[in-house]
């Protein structure tokens, strides 16, 4: 079974920068594509950013184009999300995801395996 942990949450002023590691356990990282969602209070959870399974390929959502930067690193099995100049709209619970298909895009139906997700809080 896949575990999938992310990490780097917290609180940022608006124009800030974070930068959300995902990690997994069992099988290499480099086996999956991973993706990058996110969930607001009240609202669907959308997807970010996503991976292919041998970084070929990137993918981000309008919204985040220009300011987030999805990236891994298999020398320490993790994959990246810099998010720089943070708006209050980033503000979300963010999940990452792992899926065998090489580049499944941005359905979440798609990804097999979740993390429990982090918080980001950016304030205005």
């Given at each position: 079974q896949v575990q999938v942990v992310e990490s780097g949450g917290g609180l940022v002023q608006h124009g800030g920068s974070l930068r959300l590691s995902c990690a997994t356990s069992g099988p290499t990282l480099d086996r999956y594509a991973i993706g990058w969602f996110r969930q607001a209070p009240g609202k669907e959870r959308e997807g970010v950013s996503c991976i292919s399974?041998?970084?070929?390929?990137?993918?981000?959502?309008?919204?985040?184009?220009?300011?987030?930067?999805?990236?891994?690193?298999?020398?320490?099995?993790?994959?990246?999300?810099?998010?720089?100049?943070?708006?209050?709209?980033?503000?979300?619970?963010y999940y990452c995801a792992a899926a065998t298909w090489y580049f499944p895009g941005l359905s979440p139906s798609t990804y097999e395996y979740w993390g429990q997700g982090t918080q980001v809080t950016v304030s205005s």
């Open positions: 399974k041998n970084d070929d390929n990137t993918y981000y959502a309008d919204s985040v184009k220009g300011r987030f930067t999805i990236s891994r690193d298999k020398d320490k099995n993790l994959v990246y999300l810099q998010m720089n100049n943070l708006e209050p709209e980033d503000t979300a619970v």
